[in-house]
């Protein structure tokens, strides 16, 4: 949409979220003291991640996944979400071709 400016050119082909899906649920069940833990976290940040829009300027919203950027990563409302954001980060290096809207989204769904 060109009020949320600027964003990534959309991939040309889309990756195969069925082994993405299966790497956020080995993170999220790999320690039974943690995985409520992590489910919460995951949610709590696709949550916030939606819930960044603004319809004043049109801005935020996991489209650009602009919650790990300034403002929307200092709004006191958005606390703790860096440190679901680090939890994905090895599945994103895994897997380079899922946006980072993409895998918040997923992981929170996943969750």
């Known amino acids: 949409q060109p009020f949320q400016h600027p964003l990534?050119?959309?991939?040309?082909?889309?990756?195969n979220y069925v082994p993405i899906r299966s790497a956020i649920e080995?993170?999220?069940?790999a320690s039974a003291e943690?995985?409520?833990?992590?489910v919460a976290a995951l949610t709590n940040l696709a949550y916030r991640c939606a819930f960044?829009?603004?319809?004043t300027d049109y801005k935020g919203g996991c489209n650009g996944a602009r919650i790990r950027f300034p403002p929307e990563?200092?709004?006191?409302?958005?606390?703790?979400?860096?440190?679901?954001l680090a939890?994905?980060?090895p599945i994103k290096m895994e897997f380079p071709d899922i946006s980072y809207s993409d895998l918040i989204v997923l992981a929170g769904q996943t969750s």
């Open 52 to 55: 960044t829009f603004r319809e």
């Open 8 to 15: 990534p050119s959309p991939p040309t082909t889309l990756p």
């Open 26 to 29: 080995d993170m999220i069940t």
């Open 73 to 84: 990563s200092d709004w006191s409302s958005n606390d703790g979400t860096s440190d679901a």
């Open 87 to 89: 939890m994905l980060e």
């Open 34 to 38: 943690t995985k409520s833990m992590k």
